[in-house]
């Protein structure tokens, strides 16, 4: 069992930057593939970024590229996604995830297995 919490998120205005946490516990972190995905009111949940175990693997989504970064402290246990130039349409509960142990960084939510509670995100304009 892995618990996720995130932390870091709030209010910020258009062109802002945020600083997201996910603190994992319980299993052996540097194992797992971890991602950042997103969802708005009355939209589904899409990716965001993701990193494979040691860190030397990132994906981003188009839509946030060179806006935002993922990066892992695994001495910490914890997952960061740095936030930069954000814009309104960034607005959304953002939630951290975890793969099973071992298997690569996806992009698919479903193949992520643990899952924290989201930390809300609004940027206004």
């Known amino acids: 069992q892995v618990s996720l919490v995130e932390s870091g998120g709030g209010l910020v205005q258009a062109g802002g930057s945020l600083r997201l946490s996910c603190a994992a516990s319980g299993r052996t972190f540097s194992n797992y593939a971890m991602g950042w995905f997103r969802q708005a009111p009355g939209k589904e949940r899409e990716f965001v970024a993701a990193?494979?175990?040691?860190?030397?693997?990132?994906y981003h989504a188009d839509s946030v590229k060179g806006r935002f970064t993922i990066s892992r402290d695994n001495a910490k246990n914890t997952v960061y996604l740095q936030m930069n130039s954000l814009k309104p349409e960034d607005t959304a509960v953002y939630y951290c995830?975890?793969?099973?142990?071992?298997?690569?960084?996806?992009?698919?939510?479903?193949?992520?297995?643990?899952w924290g509670q989201g930390t809300q995100v609004t940027v206004s304009s």
């Open positions: 995830a975890a793969r099973s142990a071992y298997a690569a960084a996806a992009t698919t939510s479903s193949l992520y297995y643990y």
């Open positions: 990193i494979n175990w040691s860190g030397l693997s990132t």
